[in-house]
């Protein structure tokens, strides 16, 4: 009975020694390595006002472009010429109603479209596309009826992940019939703000994320607050990075110009790549209210380590990781076209 006592206290000790190095927390008020990087303007009589970028294969993909009659844009990656539009905008049966926000499941060579007006994810197929100019999906999944959600991505077996409104949930799930599967739920540990009223709550989205693309791990990058957080898939948290700035602006419904830090986040298997603002979302000039866009990047490791701050001779909304030519690419809402930049290597 004694040695059964001591094996279960010895266990005890064990799983308090491994939380508590799981639970990293780390501050750090400068990045380890700095870099200024020239940029090359891609020169393309194609303009766009917005759009999010995703590389594929060889392919460079603009989706969710403002004011186009499509709504998805298929580039060559490494001589950036055009090679289709997809996706047609309007009221018929095989068209886009309102356009949403578009999500790339590169192990399958899928984007999920998301219409605003049908309340559906379209089912893309990107080489069906490539191969019939008037290609539409036959496809959908319909959305979850009573969750509101911007941030979505794909998942495995047959499910899409998205960022919960619930204060109590980071990050849910959803299965092709658009139902919500709360057993998968992964609960939120984090405790960055407060109570959130309800409007707040349900309107207003205080977080990136995105997986990694091997592990049972997600990365959580606040919009309104200097930190990043490494979670498993059970929502326990391997480490929470604060800084390199103190900003923690309190979310509250209807304010929209608060000040941003995380604008947009990618990921690769070594590293973390968020676009970084620091400023207030708008700038007034000139009697005019303009959006502020980063010209800065912040880079992580898996471990939640501060790697390298990388300043962008132009302002991105959004961009990926070209991992084959070691570069990213961005989208510059100022010159309305891509930018590319080589990366350094990492110490």
Known sequence: MKLFSKTINYLWIILLVYSCQQNKQIKFTSFPESYELRGVKVEDSILFQTGIIDIYDSL???????????????????????????????????????????????????????????????????????????????NFVALPEDKFFIHFLPELNNLFSFADPDQKILISFFNHKGEVVDSLNIPNRLNIYKKLDENTRKHTSTYLYQRHPSKEQYVIAYRMADVIAIIDSRGHVISKSWGPGKILENPKFGETNYLQTYKYLKVSNKYIYGLYLGLKRFEKKENEVLP??????????????????????????????????NR????????GGFIYYDLPKFK
Not at 298 to 306: A, V
Request: proline content about 6%; overall charge neutral; hydrophobic content about 40%.
């Open 328 to 335: 990213i690419i961005t989208f510059s809402p100022v010159t």
């Open 60 to 138: 460079l993909i603009l989706n969710s472009a403002a004011g186009m009659e499509k709504c998805i844009h298929i580039f060559n990656k490494n001589s950036f010429k055009y090679i289709l539009s997809t996706g047609d905008i309007g009221r018929g049966p095989r068209e886009i109603k309102i356009m949403g926000l578009g999500t790339i499941d590169k192990s399958k060579g899928i984007i999920w479209y998301r219409d605003l007006g049908k309340m559906v994810l379209w089912e893309f197929n990107i080489n069906e596309a490539l191969m019939n100019p008037t290609y539409f999906p036959e």
């Open 292 to 325: 502020s866009y980063p010209k800065i990047m912040h880079i992580f490791d898996w471990k939640g380590q501060p790697v390298a701050k990388i300043n962008l001779e132009y302002p991105a909304s959004t961009f990926d990781i070209d991992i084959e030519k």
